[in-house]
């Protein structure tokens, strides 16, 4: 059916075309979301890849490939995105909020503030990696297909990127216990 | 006491949290840009007769056009003034004031063919005769693939072209299996060109005055845009000037 979509798409059909909208534009916005952290950019990111995927569409030589091949629009978007603001981005720090979690919450507010700095910390190409895996349940091999890099340089990627996050977690959760020994 | 927390599952959690729905606004929005967006066509054509141009191209191929008639305008009014090429130091829009006897002949504009980028390599489609310098080369430069492209007029300085081309491929090698520039910048050959940028699915135009004899290629690379990781390097050519 999706291939069908992208045919018609390729061949001008601009309702196909939505409809392909519909179909990955919230795994899209996920993605992007998680690269960026930021809704506002995530949506102008997952925008500018639709459209130029809807503009490049008729030279997509295999329509089964769509879905990888939109992919690397959209985290081309997003690294233009992060390009594109880093000037303006200041070290603000987050402060945690007062007051207990609920019991349901897994991610503590302060884990929260852990893993958003840590992440910040990580460059484009380390955060697409380690989303695009972790978030999206993309296989190395694909990830590597998405963002165009050798499979060993995606391993590489995610390793340093999940070892800064859960690095980030352990010596969060040390000053923790630290904190409840003297206390 | 503090319970033993796992790093995995709280950053899993951490992952899943945030916006899983494209709002309806963006919907539309790209619904309603799509009926005003025209769609490529297939393939390419002469950059300068593409009705689909993008911005990004046409301002590059204009601004190569007004290169090409500056140098041009420059080397006709000045014969006799030494260029360091493009915009250098030595070429000067007034006739010299004193006459040198002898004249420098004016640089001959030649189209040096096109070089394509494409995910599977870089080919170069033009002439492989000697060019006698001075030259205007102009070399058009496609990229058909989905990333960033650089695209630089070499010449060699030590070696063999076969040694170039053994370089390059190793460095291409070296990429795919996990390296970040394994072999790091060329010491047998000079850049000639400021990169000749083209973004994702572009075309731009390589332009140049050649005035010292010698082998010359054209490096291309698809990459993030500078200063960002490469991804595939190639080596065309050669292009003798004689």
Known sequence: MRTRLVERARNGDDVAFSELVDLDGDLCYGIAYRILRDAERAQDAVQQAFLLAWRELPRL??????????????????????????????????LPVDGPSGPDDIVAVDDRDT?????????????????????AGLPLAEVADVVGVPLGTVKSRLHHA???????????????????RLA | MTTP?????IIAAWLDEGPTELPEPNRRAIATATRTITQ????????????????????????????????????LLSPGQPSGGVGGPGAS????????????????????????????????????????QPVLLTIDVVNETD???????????????????AWIRAEHEALQTGGENPLGP?????????EVDAVAFAQSRLTQVVQIPGTYGIICSSNEPPPGAVFGIYLVGPLVIE
């Open chain 2, 186 to 194: 060329a010491d047998f050959a000079e850049q000639i060109t400021d």
């Open chain 1, 162 to 180: 999940t070892r800064s996050m859960r690095a980030a977690i352990v010596a969060d959760s040390q000053i923790d216990s630290t904190e409840a």
């Open chain 2, 40 to 75: 490529r066509r297939r393939g390419f054509d002469s950059p300068w007769r593409d009705p689909f141009m993008n911005g990004f191209t046409r301002i590059a191929l204009t601004a190569a056009a007004l290169v090409v008639a500056a140098v041009g305008g420059i080397y």
């Open chain 2, 93 to 132: 829009p007034t006739p010299s004031p004193t006459p040198t006897p002898t004249l420098r002949p004016s640089p001959v504009a030649t189209e040096a063919g096109t070089i394509t980028l494409t995910d599977e390599g870089c080919t170069w489609i033009g002439n492989p005769s000697p060019i006698t």
């Open chain 1, 61 to 94: 030589r295999d329509p089964e490939r769509f879905s990888p091949w939109l992919y690397r629009l959209l985290v081309n978007a997003c690294y233009e995105e992060l390009r594109r603001h880093r000037r303006w981005v200041s070290h603000i720090r987050v």
């Open chain 2, 5 to 9: 927390r796992d790093p995995e599952t």
């Open chain 2, 147 to 165: 990333t960033f492209a650089s695209f630089d007029l070499h010449r060699l300085t030590a070696g063999t072209w076969d040694d170039a081309v």
């Open chain 1, 115 to 135: 893993l958003d700095r840590a992440f910040r910390r990580l460059t484009p190409e380390h955060r697409a990696v380690f989303v695009l895996h972790h978030h």
